[in-house]
């Protein structure tokens, strides 16, 4: 699933379902988020340089086969962070 923020492409949360094991968040310290459904997950929000503009890598890994991830524009992540904690914490595993 692909959300994305003001009609722009380019600010794209993404929603996805592995085959395998998601490891790149092992990269970056983590912390616990409390999502829908009992579920628990690893979040990372690290700022990041990219072109030159001030951008924040920010995910959430959730029982090794599904994660939320988004890289924006550091200003679009502020602007909009309460709705993206909403997105985040809405998120449940349907069983």
């Known amino acids: ?3 994305y923020m003001a009609d722009d492409k380019e600010n794209l949360i993404e929603v996805v379902h592995m085959h395998g094991k998601v490891t790149w968040h092992e990269a970056y310290d983590t912390s616990v988020i409390q999502l829908g459904d009992d579920l628990k997950g690893l979040l990372v ?3 990041i340089e990219k072109a030159g503009e ?3 890598l920010v995910g959430v890994v959730i029982r090794d086969f599904y994660y939320i991830y988004m890289e924006l524009p550091e200003d679009v992540y502020r602007d909009n962070k309460s ?3 909403d997105v ?3 998120f449940e595993i349907l069983r």
């Open 1 to 3: 699933m692909e959300i």
């Open 88 to 90: 985040i914490r809405s």
């Open 45 to 47: 929000e690290e700022k």
């Open 83 to 85: 709705e993206i904690d």
């Open 54 to 56: 001030s951008y924040m």
